[in-house]
């Protein structure tokens, strides 16, 4: 756990209670309309409204919209009453003609409360001059093609920073993860080296309040392109109906507070962008963009870093669970013989005692003890036997009833650990009675470390000039700062504390003459089932809205302006939609995949030739009129299987081995049915087409593996991997022989039964 600094509370109050969402102004690079009522009467304006011809002065306050915006009224009414998403949504690049000529505005809607907003970005000369899609769809694909390649978190945000540097332009860019006390702390950088590095350090939670965190989280993107900017009012000061202040939560254009202002300046920066990073719906970390000159970041170059950030989101969430699982099923296992041990013993203590290096490795402790009212018996490097059993009575004492305590700095929290935080700086304490004060506590022995913090992370309060008041400054210095960490382990892992839990479960269970066992293993199973239902909602969720998006404005492009592009630039433009519509694909082949593991098997006895008849039939709907197959169906028997699963494998082989001969003047595919292997019916399927090098012939059933290029065959390289999946859960095994230019032989086994032949 990251160090609380207990001296910054009374200032964290103070920044806390300021109201940034509700300042009553705006950057000046746009225009804001508050619209309110089935009229859509306009109640607030920004006192930067161009005038245009024919139109009154003021922003047109208390006018109808339609009267002042006739061509824009209805397409804003619609996305009013049916936004697709909460906050601010991009509509399109409109024109307007002012007294100054025409000047052309991003507009971007969302509502806040009762009204609805209008945002009018002006366009700036580098937005009509770079960045274009088609210009920044090479960098996106790249992107997304690497991140399957980075090993680690850290290579993941390093991939992510670059990216984001290098589409916006800025002199840098961060990647800055926070911790559970809020602190941050930059993983990754990159930078032109105009402005100086601030890779690995930590700033303060004061940087970020809560106020501020949670309108990261609400509002993803952010930017100041010019730091000294003077802010434009919002007239009036409150709503005329309600008498509330203007809640610019979701506004893009939404001024910035004073002390963020003070903050950039001190850093050095005039220019700053910023990317909410959200996992499962809560703030992980933040891009963070700077520039020691103002700097305007088009609009679609944002709209890219908004989705780079997704995906990258996507792919750390995959990563992260992936991490969590591993070690998830490292404790399993372990636990899994502690608790055959405890079953085979008397005494279940004895059990644990008869066993040091499992009990230590449950928790990755240094050691052990298992503490009762009539014994102390320690494991490992742990405190001496006075020292536990004091530390036992005081938690009987002072945490009755609690079912897990842990800590990774006991000494704040039991001031006489101070003595011991060499062998018990960390302390991870279970009990295992329902009546009696018995605990198994593991220990974790202090990690002294150096903490550098990006300047002096304590704020304090000074006296402005100007109103004679205290008033909160950010620091002005940013050179590193270093703190001495002492008395403190390495923090424990969810997975770890679950560990732990689920053996006290189960020493309860067994103490409970093992009632609980099966309790507990179905609530295990519940759990990693929520966690592949919500990783399943998050992929068809967060992905698929911004390939759709992709594909709708690709096609808007090419429907509205296609005459004034090129033809390379409608080539990529279709390309682009090409694209976005493959990824969709994969995206449906992949919760496809991730769900076959998990639908029960209803199995039946069943012709196999009638199936195989039925697939094939289905397959030559989509063969082209001009080709010519020829197949050979042996006779099969009958199946013993779920006809719904078994109806998946048989259209995956026939659709690649339709696939693979496309180029023979004659295809060749024959099904049938081999000699008994192993007491299981083994059924294949040939082809006479391209074959493959049976040099790589392991990777054929993997998750996105191919063995011939994706131009050339197209597929998302999943169908086999579920082949194998489904013929694995029915007991069976798949593999494949074959040639270069030689065609080949897909074999799969199934348990015979008595009724299936």
Request: hydrophobic residues 40%; negative net charge; aromatic residues 8%.
């Amino acid at each position: 756990m990251p160090i609380a600094l207990s001296r910054q509370a009374p200032e964290l109050t103070a920044c806390d209670r300021e109201p940034i969402h509700i300042l009553g102004s705006v950057q000046p690079h746009g225009f804001l309309l508050a619209l309110e009522g089935d009229d859509r009467r306009i109640v607030h304006a920004s006192a930067n409204v161009p005038e245009m011809p024919g139109q009154p002065a003021g922003g047109g306050l208390g006018e109808a919209f339609a009267r002042l915006f006739p061509d824009l009224d209805a397409e804003v009414g619609h996305q009013a009453a049916h936004p697709e998403r909460e906050g601010a949504q991009y509509l399109r690049t409109v024109t307007l003609e002012t007294t100054d000529g025409p000047r052309a505005y991003d507009l971007a809607l969302h509502r806040s409360g009762a009204l609805t907003i209008l945002e009018f970005e002006e366009v700036s000369s580098e937005a009509a001059s770079g960045r274009s899609l088609d210009a920044l769809y090479p960098r996106l694909n790249a992107f997304v093609a690497g991140l399957p390649e980075a090993r680690t978190v850290g290579e993941l945000c390093g991939l992510l920073a670059v990216d984001i540097r290098h589409i916006t332009g800025f002199d840098r860019a961060l990647v800055y993860r926070f911790d559970r006390d809020w602190h941050g702390t930059v993983l990754a950088e990159d930078g032109t080296g105009v402005l100086p590095s601030y890779l690995d350090l930590r700033f303060p939670v004061s940087d970020i309040p809560a106020q501020a965190r949670e309108l990261y989280r609400r509002n993803r993107l952010r930017i100041i392109p010019d730091a000294g900017y003077a802010p434009v009012p919002i007239a009036p000061g409150t709503t005329p109906s309600t008498g509330e202040p203007l809640d610019l939560s979701q506004s893009i254009l939404r001024s910035v507070s004073p002390v963020h202002v003070e903050y950039m300046r001190n850093m050095g920066t005039m220019a700053s962008m910023s990317v909410s990073i959200l996992v499962d719906g809560a703030l992980w970390g933040l891009i963070s963009c700077h520039n020691r000159t103002p700097r305007r970041v088009p609009l679609q170059a944002r709209n890219a870093c908004d989705f780079l950030t997704r995906i990258f989101a996507l792919q750390l969430a995959a990563k992260e669970r992936g991490a969590e699982a591993e070690q998830r099923l490292a404790l399993g296992a372990i636990q899994a013989r502690l608790l055959a041990s405890m079953a085979e013993e008397e005494n279940f203590l004895d059990a644990l005692l008869r066993h040091p290096a499992d009990v230590l490795a449950l928790a990755d402790a240094a050691g052990a003890a298992v503490v009762t009212r009539d014994q102390c018996r320690l494991l490992g490097a742990t405190p001496s036997e006075p020292e536990v059993q004091a530390l036992y009575a005081w938690l009987a004492a002072q945490h009755p009833g609690s079912d897990v305590y842990v800590t990774e700095a006991l000494s704040e929290e039991y001031p006489p650990a101070a003595a011991f935080t060499d062998t018990a700086s960390g302390v991870l304490a279970i009990s295992i009675s329902q009546k009696y004060a018995s605990y198994v506590l593991w220990f974790r022995p202090e990690v002294v470390r150096t903490v550098k913090w990006g300047g002096d992370p304590t704020k304090t309060a000074t006296v402005d000039p100007g109103s004679g008041q205290d008033r909160l400054h950010p620091r002005k210095s940013f050179e590193i700062w270093k703190e001495t960490v002492k008395a403190r382990a390495l923090p424990w892992t969810v997975p770890v504390a679950d560990a732990a839990k689920d053996l006290r479960a189960s020493v309860l269970g067994i103490v409970l003459r093992r009632a609980e066992e099966l309790a507990a293993l179905s609530e295990e199973l519940q759990r990693s089932n929520k966690e592949l239902e919500a990783f399943s909602y998050s992929v068809s969720h967060d992905l698929r809205a911004p390939f759709r998006h992709i594909v709708g404005y690709s096609e808007l492009l090419r429907s509205r302006e296609g005459d004034r592009l090129s033809n390379k630039g409608r080539h990529y433009v279709d390309t682009i939609i090409e694209a976005a519509f493959s990824a969709g694909t994969l995206v449906d082949n992949l919760l496809a995949f991730s769900q076959m593991g998990r639908n029960a098997l209803n199995r039946i006895s069943g012709d196999m030739n009638a199936l195989v008849e039925e697939v094939r039939r289905k397959a030559m709907r989509d063969v082209a009129p001009d080709r010519t197959i020829r197949w050979t169906i042996e006779p099969l028997g009958r199946a013993y299987g779920d006809p719904v699963m078994l109806r998946l494998v048989l259209e995956n082989l026939f659709s690649n081995a339709i696939k693979y001969t496309r180029g023979r003047t004659e295809a060749s595919i024959a099904v049938g049915r081999a000699a008994p292997r192993d007491g299981q019916a083994v059924f294949f399927v040939r082809d006479n087409g391209v074959g493959f090098d049976m040099a790589y012939v392991g990777k054929l059933f993997g998750v996105f593996q191919r063995l011939h290029r994706v131009e050339d065959f197209e597929g998302t390289g999943i169908g086999l991997a579920n082949v194998r999946r489904i013929v694995e859960r029915h007991g069976g095994e798949v593999w494949a022989e074959g040639a270069l230019d030689a065609g080949a032989t897909f074999y799969f086994t199934l348990p015979l039964r008595e009724e299936a032949h």
